[in-house]
């Protein structure tokens, strides 16, 4: 066993991530959980029930706790790995200009909500350059729904001092489609920061399966 973690290392430190399979490079995280024991069976089990390397990371304590073997230790060293995704995608969006990182400010929203297995509405707030100076998740909901409050959402706006918004939220059944709640809560707050001079932006839904941008779609008015 300790040959084979060597063996493993070795080939990460040459080649990189992509010369690993999901379980492999699972099994390098699990390493540091439980020195001691072959960790393949467990990340095996774990790819299977969540389906990717990135699945894995992004969900939940409660779910991973129902697959045998992972315990406390275990969803420790995966949410650190996923503590640290964000983080370093984080830093590559915020006090930058949104149009200039778009692309990045979407990987960023992707890894932060693409797994979530509740609906969770996030607001990216920001500057009349359009720098994003603040990234807040304003509420969470169930499976399929999110109360928004567009008051609440322009008066945090005024408080930081933005003069946009971009909206974001995921639907975990992995459409990205918008519904007609998405598109009727986003024009109340269209219309409520309008005249506080709050321009949306960008409503982004996130799903497993890509994103949907209402600017795209021409659904912002």
Known sequence: MTGHRARLRGRFLRAGADALDDYELLELVLFQAQPRRDMKPL????????????????????????????????????????????????????????????????NYCKVAMQHAATEQFRILFLDRKNVLIADEVQQTGTVDHTPVYPREVVRRALDLGASAIIMVHNHPSGDPTPSAADIEITRQVVEAGRPLGVTVHDHLVIGKRGHASFKSLALLS
């Open 43 to 106: 990340a095996k089990r774990l790819l299977a029930r969540f389906g990717s390397f990135a699945a894995v990371i992004g969900a939940d304590a409660k779910r991973l706790s129902d697959v045998a073997g992972a315990g406390e230790s275990v969803i420790a060293a995966l949410k650190v790995i996923e503590a640290a995704s964000h983080r370093a995608l984080q830093d590559q969006v915020l006090e930058r200009p949104v149009l200039s990182s778009w692309q990045a400010l979407l």
